[in-house]
Antibody, heavy 119, light 110 residues
Framework: EVQLLESGGGLVQPGGSLRLSCAAS????????MSWVRQAPGKGLEWVSA????????YYADSVKGRFTISRDNSKNTLYLQMNSLRAEDTAKYYC????????????WGRGTLVTVSS | QSVLTQPPSVSAAPGQKVTISCSGS????????VSWYQQLPGTAPKFLIY???KRPSGIPDRFSGSKSGTSATLGITGLQTGDEAVYYC???????????FGGGTKLTVL
């Protein structure tokens, strides 16, 4: 079955760190770019970051640049998002998404993992 | 404040047609293809339209897309109660080198 499964969310204090993971199955993971998209409670979608299939190219939203790092392990079919210096405004459900054809086409989404930044 | 501008809500009766607009600029919609996503309550977004007006496999032809200049439009005909969802437009912003979404439009089928 083609699916994405996120994990690693939870409650963290402001200034803290968290690493999200996304396990992919059912498709040739290394052939596709991947992305993280987040959604604050009751709010709209916000593109966070993307990475090419090889991992050689990465892209970030200005709101997370310098604090978040996207990476992937193609041998483990897993996508990661290392989040440092977390702020209250980073509180959101984080979705892992498979990129298709163009970097802003997301044809497969996970169910998301909730990150709450609060003291 | 989203880079792409959508109306917060639209509504129409079952069986009718509705359009949802998405306005941007030359650095995003004006020079890149547009995609659309449907998010049903409590679920992850679903890929609805790509390349401005193409539908992925499995998406009914009741859904259509168009683009003109720096604006795009999603159209839905033969509205059903199951179409009640929030719809998002998305594209790439060449100045930001980042993906961008609209703020989302909540569709109510009365």
């Amino acid at each position: 079955e083609v699916q994405l499964l996120e994990s690693g969310g939870g409650l963290v204090q402001p200034g803290g760190s968290l690493r999200l993971s996304c396990a992919a199955s059912g498709f040739t993971f290394s052939s596709y770019a991947m992305s993280w998209v987040r959604q604050a409670p009751g709010k709209g979608l916000e593109w966070v970051s993307a990475i090419s299939g090889s991992g050689g190219s990465t892209y970030y939203a200005d709101s997370v640049k310098g604090r978040f790092t996207i990476s992937r392990d193609n041998s483990k079919n897993t996508l990661y998002l290392q989040m440092n210096s977390l702020r209250a405004e980073d509180t959101a459900k984080y979705y892992c998404a498979k990129v298709w054809a163009k970097m802003w086409y997301f044809d497969l989404w996970g169910r998301g993992t909730l990150v709450t930044v609060s003291s | 404040q989203s880079v792409l501008t959508q109306p917060p809500s639209v509504s129409a009766a079952p069986g009718q047609k509705v359009t949802i607009s998405c306005s941007g600029s030359s650095s995003n919609i004006g020079n890149n293809y547009v995609s659309w996503y449907q998010q049903l309550p409590g679920t992850a977004p679903k890929f609805l339209i790509y390349d401005n007006n193409k539908r992925p496999s499995g998406i009914p032809d009741r859904f259509s897309g168009s683009k003109s200049g720096t604006s795009a439009t999603l159209g839905i005909t033969g509205l059903q109660t199951g179409d009640e969802a929030v719809y998002y437009c998305g594209t790439w912003d060449s100045s930001l080198s980042a993906g961008v979404f609209g703020g989302g439009t909540k569709l109510t089928v009365l």
